[in-house]
Structure formats: C-alpha cells, structure tokens
C-alpha cells in the first residue's frame, strides 16, 4: 500500500515536513479564495506563477484546488506542521458550505421559476 501525502508536504528522514515552494501554492489558494477569486483562476494564477501540481504539472485543475480547500490537514495535526492558520481554513470551509448552498438555492429557483 502506497501512502500519498497531501499537496505542499514532504518527507525528509521519515517525518513530513513543509515543502516550502509547495506550500506556498497552498497559502496562495486559501487566501485568493478568501479574497474572492473564482477557482478556475487560482489555477490559471498557480501557472501564470509557474507552481506545479501534486503530479508535476503546471496545468492546474479546479478538482485539485478545491481538494486543497476542503483538507484540513493544512491547519496542523499532529503529523503535519501547520501551512494554513486554522482560522483561514475555518473561513474557506464556512465560504465553500455558504457558497454550495447559495448554489443549490439558485438551481432550486430555476427549476421553479
């Protein structure tokens, strides 16, 4: 069984460490968001900035960000040093519920109306 640490992660003599450039993609993803930039341009900003994906690429796609988004692991456990304050990951977390039940109310409205 093969074991897959999150984005922005490494492991250097048996511990997972911050993988400095790696986490940085990370930070620019929950503060964009915060800041309101849509997904699809996070991405297109990560390889405007030439950042690569968990498989080496520089195409950035709107799955990999939002799994990004919706890990927790970036806050700080106690096997992964903290890249994310937990208060950010707090208010990306509360903005994607918002935003997915916002949508889901819209869909509901153009089915009515």
Do not use: C
């Not at 069984?1 to 250097?12: D, E, K, L, Q, S």
């Not at 911050?18 to 993609?25: C, I, L």
């Not at 405007?48 to 498989?55: I, L, M, Q, R």
């Not at 519920?97 to 409205?109: F, H, M, N, V």
């Amino acid at each position: 069984m093969t074991y897959r640490i999150p984005f922005g992660y490494r492991i250097v003599h048996g511990m997972i460490t911050e993988d400095s450039e790696k986490a940085d993609a990370v930070r620019s993803i929950f503060y964009g968001f915060l800041e309101g930039i849509p997904i699809v341009q996070l991405g297109r900003d990560l390889e405007t900035k030439g950042f690569v994906n968990a498989k080496g690429n520089v195409k950035w796609l709107p799955r990999s960000i939002r799994d990004i988004l919706s890990n927790a692991v970036y806050e700080g456990t106690e096997e992964y040093p903290r890249i994310v304050p937990p208060e950010i990951v707090e208010r990306v977390h509360r903005k994607r519920k918002e935003q997915a039940e916002t949508k889901g109310d819209r869909s509901e409205e153009r089915r009515v109306g």
